[in-house]
């Protein structure tokens, strides 16, 4: 897979052959309704799989990317994509974290972490997608004006939103339904 934008335009990098990459029209959407330039800010990335849309928040400038992957084996890759495109201190920081997502929330809870945009695409047949909105809720990792991207399957369905967020884009491609929500 390539690099999509950014600084790391074009660049490739590894993906596990088990997985679900996110698709290229949907990563470019991801990007281009955020908008091209992060500099600054706090990506998490929930079940990251290959790391690809936290490759593309560090490209495209973000100064922190955590990944966050439970599989043992896609987070040594995700780790060797960091290498293999010799990233690091002093330019961003990352971190892959190879644990589940919802105990790592309430760990960064804990730690009092915040982040300024969080993406999550859970396994589509898992149907994860109100459990993991309701975690993030339910535990103070973002702020005011936090962006929230989730890609989830067709068969998948965003929560009652309980007026805490406000849904900026909903967009459908192929199977995969894509949501763009702001803290309020």
């Known amino acids: 897979m390539k690099i999509l934008g950014g600084t790391l335009k074009g660049r490739n990098f590894y993906m596990p052959a088990t997985i679900r990459p996110t698709q290229d029209i949907v990563r470019a959407a991801i990007f281009d309704i955020l908008g091209h330039d992060l500099s600054e800010l706090k990506f998490l990335d929930l079940f990251a799989g290959s790391g690809a849309v ?3 928040a560090v490209s495209r400038g973000a100064a922190e990317v955590v990944l966050v992957e439970k599989d043992p084996q896609n987070a040594k890759i995700i ?3 960091f290498e293999l495109l010799k990233i690091g201190y002093p330019h961003v920081f990352h971190k892959v974290i190879n644990a589940d997502a919802f105990a ?4 960064m809870a804990r ?3 915040q982040f300024d945009i969080v993406f999550f695409d859970p396994p589509f047949d898992q149907q994860l997608t109100k459990k993991i909105l309701k975690h993030l809720m339910g535990y103070a990792i973002l702020h005011a004006h936090s962006y929230v991207i989730a ?10 939103l309980e007026g805490r967020f406000k849904i900026l884009k909903e967009r459908a491609y192929g199977n995969s339904r894509l949501a763009i929500l702001e803290l309020i």
Not at 151 to 160: A, K, N, V
Request: overall charge negative; cysteine-free; glycine content about 14%.
């Open 54 to 56: 936290g490759l593309e």
């Open 79 to 81: 780790q060797g994509n």
């Open 104 to 107: 790592t929330i309430k760990e």
């Open 111 to 113: 730690r009092q972490q």
């Open 151 to 160: 890609q989830f399957g067709e068969d998948d369905s965003l929560p009652e």
